[in-house]
């Protein structure tokens, strides 16, 4: 069986590896997609906190079950060999105080599938706990179904921002969490959805998935304020952009992941005299099986969201493309042999 290894960090290679045996309570996948987001490549380069290598990368997958370990087959998880399944790549120690004080995203140990501990799914097959495992209906685009572990984030996202019916929501970034809180925001009960990205190219994206108000820069924008601002790039000059542009009594939101060593100033003053919220939102919390319900209603448009699939031997093209800032979500597909541009 073969897999994308990181061997070490920055040392990239594809492997023969045994074939991987679910143990209890647990199943075994085929993989059939795995997204390609920045974790991967702050995990390659020895950014990501608490990595081990080696590691086999991939945290946003899906596949079809294709064994059981002992008891998979029974309880509230219960899975059956053919299952269609997203997984939910974070696991939690369930016994330090974030855990029990339900704040599992947050746990002290908090382990990641492909990105601290355990394998990921860049590889033919993988492992994965049946409580992490989410079966889709039969009719899902497998494929697409990899977008269900962002919108996760996303749904998670949504969930810790202070809101209300009405409001109007200005979005940074028109990568893939841009795109998904984007077209969350109506389903959120925003009257009204603005996306700004300074690379025009990003916004076709946003216009082909129904996001109604595109700009290059906010000063372009129809209205000077908004009611909930969420940055989804992590750049310092978007941050600093868009937290004035906050109305009195509205909130700004990190979502993107900015350097860990950077800063960004604002006015004090400002947050204290309007009451401005900054929140912050850290992976999934309990939104999983909602993302994958959402998905399932049609709350996202996948299909324009997804550029390229790459093969297992081409995973190092794949990254150097995510770097480039080429393409739309990139895609490894373990199982098959071409990789393939999704859209003309
Ligand atoms: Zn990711
Ligand atoms: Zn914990």
């Known amino acids: 069986m073969r897999a994308v290894v990181f061997a070490a960090e920055g040392e990239l290679t594809v492997a023969e590896r045994p074939e991987p045996v679910p143990g209890p309570r647990a199943v075994l996948i085929e993989t059939a997609a795995v997204g390609i987001c920045g974790t ?85 097959r993988f492992t994965a706990p049946a409580a992490n495992v989410f079966r889709l209906r039969p009719d899902t685009d497998v494929f697409e179904a990899a977008l269900i572990e962002p919108l996760a984030c996303a749904i998670h996202g949504w969930d810790v ?73 992590g750049s310092i000059a978007a941050i600093e952009d868009g937290l004035p542009r906050v109305m009195a009594g509205g909130v700004f939101q990190h979502f993107g992941v900015a350097p860990a060593e950077t800063t960004a100033r604002y006015s004090p003053f400002r947050i204290y005299r309007d009451e401005v919220s900054v929140v912050g939102t850290m992976a999934v919390l309990n939104s999983f099986g909602r993302a994958v319900a959402m998905f399932e209603a049609g709350a996202i448009k996948a299909r324009p969201m997804i550029s390229h699939s790459f093969t297992l031997s081409d995973y190092g093209q794949a990254l150097q493309m995510f770097r480039a800032g080429q393409g739309r979500k990139l895609q490894v597909r373990p199982n098959q042999d071409t990789s393939q541009i999704l859209l003309g």
Do not use: K
């Open 40 to 124: 991967d490549t702050h995990v390659l380069d020895g950014e990501f906190e608490g990595t081990v290598f080696p590691l086999v990368p991939g945290h946003e997958a899906t596949g079809t079950v294709v064994a059981l370990g002992p008891g998979a087959d029974q309880g509230p998880t219960a899975l059956a060999v053919g299952d269609h399944v997203a997984v939910n790549p974070s696991s939690t120690c369930g016994e330090c105080d974030l855990c029990l004080t339900g704040r599992q995203n947050l746990c002290r140990a908090w382990n990641g599938m492909g990105v601290v501990r355990a394998d990921g799914a860049a590889q033919q």
């Open 161 to 233: 921002l202070p809101r209300r019916m009405g409001d109007h929501v200005l979005v940074y970034g028109s990568g893939t969490m841009g795109l998904l809180m984007a077209q969350l925001a109506p389903r959120a009960g925003a009257a009204s959805v603005t996306i700004v990205d300074v690379n025009p190219d990003r916004l076709v994206t946003a216009a082909e998935v129904g996001i109604e108000h595109r700009y290059t820069s906010a000063d372009d924008a129809d209205r000077a304020e908004w009611d909930v601002v969420i940055d989804c790039t």
